[in-house]
């Protein structure tokens, strides 16, 4: 751009130096050095005004990138921690506990299926982005193991699994299943079913975890003094990363239904 313009001065100046005098054309001539002197400086002090500007945008643009990445590795370690709750691993210790006295092997079977379950949890940090639904699926049935034979017949497991082929983020199902066993089935009398099922359509794969627990009254808030933000980080992972929702319904004494749907062309 500074070439251009310094060309077009020379080529007006050359013009009406051919058509003036010798006196003329001596002091056109200076004017003309002073002029594309002074043009060249304004022109490459914008130059470099223009790049810096474009450096330090790039920096900062950087700057926030790497600021999300790490936001973004806090937030998964947050996760994962909030998915192996105290409860959890105190009443699976317990009933390992319990069972090397009663029935060793069995106790054996659970020492294998918490130390899987520990391991995919951990390995979901290394997990950026979204994750098949079939690993996601494995974690689930893992850690429904563990809770089988801790509740033994008055928990019932069901699956209606009719597609696989599709990716969700990390820990979206688990904690929701969880929700089902420790909320539902094992607070209701003589326990109760917990199935995940999954099919899909034209525009969406649809996942739905159904239990026949206790239940709940939506339109009234958990008043026990624990903040209950899990089924919300999933909801926005759900809409952030991939597009998705999730809903909720449930009724007292009958159970409970959540309902994750997930777009086929992903996040719109």
Partial sequence: MIGVAIVAVIAVIAVVVAELGTWYSALISVCSIILIVIISI???????????????????MEAEKQAMEMKL??????????????????????????????????ARSM??????????NLSTLEEPGLISFETELSHIKTYLEIEKIRF??????EYNINCVDFSLPVLTVQPI?????????????????????TDENKESYI?????????????KPKDDGKRH????????????MCGGSLSIESEVGKGTLATIIIPKGGKQ
């Fill in 152 to 157: 033994e017949d008055t928990l019932e497991i």
């Fill in 111 to 120: 020492v294998n299926f918490f130390a899987e379950y520990l391991r995919n």
């Fill in 207 to 219: 996942i739905k975890i159904a239990d026949t627990g206790c239940g709940f009254d939506p339109s």
């Fill in 73 to 106: 590795q806090e937030s998964q370690i947050s996760i994962m921690l909030s998915q192996i709750q105290p409860h959890f691993l105190y009443n699976t210790l317990n009933s390992i506990y319990q069972l090397c006295e009663t029935n060793p092997m069995r």
């Fill in 177 to 197: 299943v969880e929700n089902a066993v420790k909320h539902g089935t094992s607070k209701k009398r003589g326990g109760g079913t917990v199935t995940i099922s």
């Fill in 229 to 240: 933000v899990g089924i919300e980080n999933v909801r926005q992972r759900l809409f952030n």
């Fill in 42 to 60: 304004i022109l490459i002090r914008w130059e470099l005004k223009r790049n810096v500007k474009g450096v330090l945008e790039s920096q900062r």
